[in-house]
T-cell receptor, first 111, second 116 residues
């Protein structure tokens, strides 16, 4: 299994719909996980952190399943501005803050 | 608060030429990272500094890539000689360092390199 694996998409979703992405990771010792958002031709920015079973922030919910080693990101009531690439990020070298990024899932919200 | 600064923003060179990128992290951030992001892929860590020491350079192609952070602040990444496959965006990121909010890395706008 790759260190971090995501479905690259693209996901084309109508405005207002709910969309979910999954990400699997290989290191069962990982304790925290992150979703970064990257707009076209821009730098990645932290969207959400996940430490326990999950985290919710407005329309965004991140969930963690340790037994199956995957995390998910759910976006409700999607907006045009949600169009971006969503990067799943997992610490892979504990103690020195090393993060491993997935390939990203590309999302396009259609009017 | 000023963010991570990088220059140049764009660079076009021919293969076998040399190129250097510069990064100025957020003030006070001890940890600095250089990533390579090839089109359609996620960022790949090239090298990580803590202050002016190298923490991880396991994925840095040391036959052609070098990086330094001499005074523990600014950093430069150099490629010599460049190959076609080096065409990518080179992202610099910084984080406060151990004992702080470790997971949040703040990225600069990147340098887009095209090797012809």
């Amino acid at each position: 299994r790759k260190e971090v694996e995501q479905d690259p998409g693209p996901f084309n979703v109508p405005e207002g719909a709910t969309v979910a992405f999954n990400c699997t990771y290989s290191n069962s010792a990982s304790q925290s996980f992150f979703w970064y958002r990257q707009d076209c031709r821009k730098e990645p920015k932290l969207l959400m952190s996940v430490y326990s079973s999950g985290n919710e922030d407005g329309r965004f919910t991140a969930q963690l399943n340790r037994a199956s080693q995957y995390i998910s990101l759910l976006i409700r009531d999607s907006k045009l501005s949600d169009s971006a690439t969503y990067l799943c990020v997992v610490p892979t070298n504990f103690g020195n803050e090393k993060l491993t990024f997935g390939t990203g899932t590309r999302l396009t919200i259609i009017p | 608060e000023a963010g991570v600064a990088q220059s140049p923003r764009y660079k076009i060179i021919e293969k076998r030429q040399s190129v250097a990128f510069w990064c100025n992290p957020i003030s006070g951030h001890a940890t600095l990272y250089w990533y390579q992001q090839i089109l359609g892929q996620g960022p790949k860590l090239l090298i990580q500094f803590q202050n002016n020491g190298v923490v991880d350079d396991s994925q840095l192609p040391k036959d052609r890539f070098s990086a330094e952070r001499l005074k523990g602040v600014d950093s430069t990444l150099k490629i010599q000689p460049a190959k076609l496959e080096d065409s990518a965006v080179y992202l610099c990121a910084s984080s406060p360092g151990p004992g702080s909010n470790q997971e949040t890395q703040y990225f600069g706008p990147g340098t887009r390199l095209l090797v012809l």
